[in-house]
């Protein structure tokens, strides 16, 4: 039986990683840059969750050991491209909505990374609770930039980088606690391909 590449998990797993310190640089700069154009912060993101949406994807894809990180990016990764290119493509019509979609993206990643805390639990991962304080702190990041107590543009985009910065800390952590590559893992038709050669023997 012919083992399972790990290159796709590798560069999911590498991917995951290095969009977190993307995440977490953005952070800080539009904390410490709050007066930083909107058409940058728009070309940025747009930008930032194509790239994350195509790493999803590959992760959902890789079939990693425990399938936890990956389990919900075929639909999260699709969805965070189609905003990624409608803010990139048109900044100037996707501005007004854009602080209210990263707050629901971040939001709706944080309840999908609550449930991976959850099964991490089950899989016996003993920083399972890391996870789920810090979907936890996202979630309330991301509620808070969706309702806005403010409509200062300086406040939201502090606010915005607050976010991506517990976001970014997110990913990392789950990226590096969950994703386990093993070299010489098999296709998940191995217990098929046994049961067939079972029947055959009978």
């Known amino acids: 039986m ?3 590449s790990v290159l796709p998990m590798r ?4 991917g995951y990683i290095v969009m977190s310190i993307i995440l977490l640089f953005l952070g800080v700069l539009f904390i410490t840059s709050p007066d930083i154009s909107m058409q940058i912060i728009g070309k940025t993101l747009g930008t930032a969750m194509i790239l994350f949406g195509c790493i999803k994807l590959v992760g ?11 389990q919900f990016d075929l639909q999260f990764g699709i969805l965070i491209l189609v905003i990624g290119l ?7 019509d996707a501005i007004n909505l854009l602080f ?4 629901i993206t971040l939001l709706a990643d944080s309840l999908f990374k609550i449930q991976i805390a959850f099964d991490s639990r089950k899989f016996g991962i003993g920083n399972w609770w890391g996870i789920l304080a810090l979907a936890i702190l996202s979630g309330i990041a991301a509620a808070v930039l969706i309702f806005k107590p403010s409509e200062s543009a300086k406040v939201l985009v502090i606010l915005l980088g607050i976010a991506l910065i517990v976001e970014g800390i997110l990913n990392l952590f789950v990226a590096i606690t ?3 590559i093993i070299k010489h893992q098999y296709p998940d038709f191995i217990e098929e ?6 029947d055959e023997n009978l």
């Open 11 to 14: 560069i999911a797993k590498i």
């Open 193 to 198: 391909d046994y049961f067939e050669m079972e």
């Open 86 to 92: 409608v803010v990139l493509l048109k900044p100037a």
């Open 100 to 103: 209210i979609a990263m707050g």
């Open 60 to 70: 959902y894809f890789s079939k990693d050991l425990f399938r936890l990180a990956f």
């Open 178 to 180: 969950t994703v386990k």
């Open 2 to 4: 012919k083992v399972r």
